[in-house]
């Protein structure tokens, strides 16, 4: 039969693939659907068709899966957010586990992988300590403020709830979208450049209940912005927001200009220059954070504490003196290990995060880690050091052969590595075992619920 794009189909949904979309088969054609699960049967039209699998629009749920739920966001069939919030979250657990040990069979080639049960997350709402609104417009043209809807970068669904940050992030967005709507401050445009609103950011410290606030735009400003600016502070300053408070707003300037790469000016208009945060350990250490509005703090803070309890767990399984944190960011891993060992190197590219992990080492009196900011597999090179344990924390990618390379050259007895991307872990982990490497366990941690997105600690041990 010769399929057509745009052709309906009934499907029944035998499983989940990695990003959550549901898998069905037509006429022997593996065909993923998102917005669907296991035990459905679906309307869905093709919308790509290739020789082997096609994908499809859900057009129709004809029966539901004995498990499908009532979301609990009106906005979830439309908006990016949350992929598989119609799932029970003791099923996204198990979707979860399952997907970390297939991406081990099928790309690591490690069969019955160590993979510890999964730690799910205490809140599945109400969670994350960052969230980023964008300023746009919809098909209409008419003013938003809100997430973009997914596969499209210019339309913006207008959000009037939310429930992945906190109820007093919403009542911002909320008080926000009627203040510049009144000033009649444009929304940027990415069509022709032209516009001023781009974003608003909002970061919480969920143990401190302080908020930072960030409104950023192009340099494309209406008349009497920067004075209407004080108005806007004023605006967010007697917001009612219960034990939450807000400490710090700034103003965020994108500039670009053709030739020259993009930088963003920050402009604190209010308040202190950063927000506070803390993080208790299972062991018990405790660190404290300032964070600046460009710098990366995980966004589930709650779930960031189990996750590097775990790894100081596995970490501290044996007695390490030398410590390598690779693509160590603010520094946070190797500022709780090197509170147990007796010095830790962190390499990291991003300048600013560098100086925050700095910054936060004197913050908690830590004074026996260094860092060095530049590409890890060159700066590797010129490290005299001899680590028994290099941690990896790398980005969704993953690392490549020259890095694991020169992590073999230093023989660490072990490696903790960090991931949030279950099939770069597994290819990571299967060429390491061509350098002697074993993998021992590996725990996924639930940081992202209503998400398909999932963390994951391995450790790895070299063959005597």
Known sequence: MQLKKGQIVELDIEKLAFGGRGIGKFD???????GTMPGDKVEASFTKIKKNFAEAKLEKIVKESPERIEPRCKYSDICGGCQIQFMPYEAQLEFKQQQVIDSFERIGKIYDPPVEEIIGSEKSFYYRNKMEFSFGYDKDMNFTLGMHLPGRRFDILNLDIC????????????????????????????????????SLYIREGKSTNEILVTLTSSQDLPKNFEDELQEFVVLLNGLDLGE????????????????????????????????????????????????????????NTAQAEVLYSQILKMALEQKHDIVFDLFCGT????????????????????????????????????????????????????????????????????????????????????????????????RDCDWLKEYGYKLKKVQPVDMFPQTYHIENVALLERSA
Request: proline residues 5%.
């Open 331 to 426: 520094g946070t891993i190797g500022l709780f290990l090197a509170k147990h060992v007796d010095k830790v190197l962190g390499i990291e590219m991003n300048v600013d995060a560098v100086k925050s992990a700095q910054e936060n080492a004197k913050k908690n009196n830590i004074f026996n880690i260094d860092f060095y900011t530049g590409d890890v597999s060159k700066l590797l090179k010129n490290l005299r050091e001899r680590p028994s344990l290099i941690v990896i924390d790398p980005p969704r990618a993953g690392i490549t052969q020259k890095i694991i390379e020169k992590i073999s050259e230093f023989a660490p007895s072990q490696i903790v590595y960090v991931s949030c991307n279950p099939s770069t872990l597994a």
């Open 28 to 34: 022997g054609l593996t065909v993923f659907v998102a």
């Open 244 to 299: 939450q408070k807000i400490v710090s707003v700034y103003w965020s300037t994108i500039i670009s200009k053709r030739g020259s790469p993009r930088r963003i000016e920050d402009k604190l208009l209010f308040g202190s220059k950063t927000y506070s945060e803390k993080m208790v350990l299972d062991n018990g250490d405790e660190l404290d954070f300032e964070i600046l509005p460009q710098s990366f703090f995980q966004v």
């Open 163 to 198: 429930y992945l940050q906190s109820e007093a992030s919403v009542k911002i967005v909320n008080a926000v979208r009627e203040f510049v709507i009144g000033k009649k401050w444009p929304p940027f445009k990415y069509s022709n450049g032209t516009g001023c609103l781009r």
